[in-house]
């Protein structure tokens, strides 16, 4: 640690993404250093999908390059080496983890394993102050693979405080050890709790952004088309799919309903031979995207209300979608207009405000690096 900052090396290979990154905490913000990164995007295009097989040969070729644009020499620098472990495809994983012991063995450093969720989960904090960030945070993490609400809560380590034992659905980013008073003026601690809620009973809404994306227009650049076509579209009651809202009292997610609604239409079609315009098919992508947004944006806002968090966050690969950030600004706009209107009979404790967090770049939205660097240096302090 020089001058009371603590620098990480981490290391993201689950999917499809190489990549390496030096991050920074000096107490109060992780900023990024230096960032690369080789995506594998267009290597699997022609087989519409991530090939495992392809991804972690890829990883093994491309690791060594970008951990070379990195500077190798920067590796002494650094106070742990944070990578990640799981979830993801295995043999992509093991290349991350390899390079990593490799470097810790070598250079005499620590090597942090961190969960992958949980890097989505804390990539809020990057280019953020951390003590002014208001918990509890309702997240909602929402990738390809995964469609989460997690309740985060934190607080800055207190000599008296002991960490409750983490539950199986909980993760934790500290261990119980008892901090050194010798540390009290190096840096902050913060006991960070993350418990899951809810999740999704089928896809997570990546994978529908991804599969939508491929059925109208094949199979580059997935998700993040739907987006950009969405644009060019407009209501069309043609296209009026279902919502799936399941019971107004649970908090999980189904997706696969409405792929299954948009994959019918298209198939009924072919089978009369009638192939969607280009209009047709931008007002499909808008009518799929305003359903998602919807359902995904109304959900996290009623549930932070049900737990009384002050505070709300998306993260993960569809954070990216900015229909959705949108959506969700509005939404809790017009309901702390509606709530903090009340009549005065209507007892309300305090005026509600509500703080929306969202990655602050993009980068830190998709699988990156910099979120691992946060995860692991938050381990790395408490343990
Ligand atoms: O977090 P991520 O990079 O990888 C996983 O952990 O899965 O998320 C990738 C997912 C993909 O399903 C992709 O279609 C979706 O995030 N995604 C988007 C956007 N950018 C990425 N979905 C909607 N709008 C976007 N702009
Ligand atoms: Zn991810």
């Known amino acids: 640690m020089t001058n009371n900052i603590i620098k990480t090396l981490a290391i993201e290979t689950s999917c499809d993404d190489t990549s390496i990154g030096i991050v920074t905490f000096d107490g109060e913000t992780f900023s990024v250093e230096k960032i690369f990164a080789y ?3 267009k290597d699997h295009d022609i087989y519409w999908g991530v090939v495992p097989e392809i991804a972690s040969r890829l990883h093994s070729d491309q690791i060594i390059p970008v951990l070379k644009a990195i500077g190798i020499e ?17 043999w992509s994983l093991l290349v991350g983890e390899s390079i990593a012991n490799m470097l810790g063995e070598y ?18 904090f990057l280019d953020r102050k951390f003590s002014e960030i208001q918990f509890p945070i309702l997240v909602l993490t929402v990738s390809g693979g995964h469609n989460d609400l997690y309740l985060v809560n934190s607080q800055e380590w207190q000599d008296s405080v002991t960490q409750s034992k983490s539950e199986e659905s909980s993760e934790s980013c500290m261990d119980s050890s008892a901090k050194s008073q010798n540390d009290k003026n190096t840096i902050s601690r913060w006991n960070l709790s993350i418990e899951k809620l809810w999740t999704t009973l089928d896809d997570a809404a990546g994978e529908c952004f991804d599969k939508v994306a491929r059925m109208l227009w094949g199979p580059y650049p997935w998700g993040a088309r739907i ?13 009026d799919f279902n919502k799936i809202w399941l019971s107004h009292e649970e908090f999980n997610f189904s997706f696969s309903g409405l792929k299954g609604q948009i994959h019918n239409l298209l198939h009924k079609w072919e089978q009369k031979w009638r192939t969607p315009t280009e209009q047709e098919k931008y007002d499909i992508a808008f009518a799929f995207q305003e359903n ?10 009623r549930a932070s209300m049900e737990y009384q968090a002050p505070s709300l966050a998306i993260s993960g690969g569809v954070s990216a979608n900015d229909r959705r950030r949108e959506y969700v600004n509005t939404l809790v706009k017009n309901e702390q207009r ?5 009549p005065k009979s209507i007892d309300l404790s305090h005026k509600w405000k509500f703080n929306v967090y969202k990655p602050e770049k993009k980068l830190y939205s998709t699988d990156n690096a910099a979120m691992i660097g946060v995860a692991g240096i938050l381990k790395f302090l408490n343990s």
Do not use: W, Y
């Open 292 to 301: 998602v947004v919807e359902v995904l944006s109304k959900k996290l806002v």
């Open 74 to 90: 920067k590796i002494q620098e650094v106070d742990c080496i944070s990578v990640t472990t799981h979830p993801g495809l295995p």
């Open 338 to 342: 509606l709530r903090n209107n009340q």
């Open 107 to 124: 250079f005499n450093t620590p090597v942090v394993e961190v969960n992958h969720i949980v890097g989505h989960i804390v990539s809020l």
């Open 39 to 41: 995506t594998q995007v």
């Open 227 to 239: 987006g950009q076509q969405a644009l060019k579209g407009k209501e069309n009651p043609e296209f």
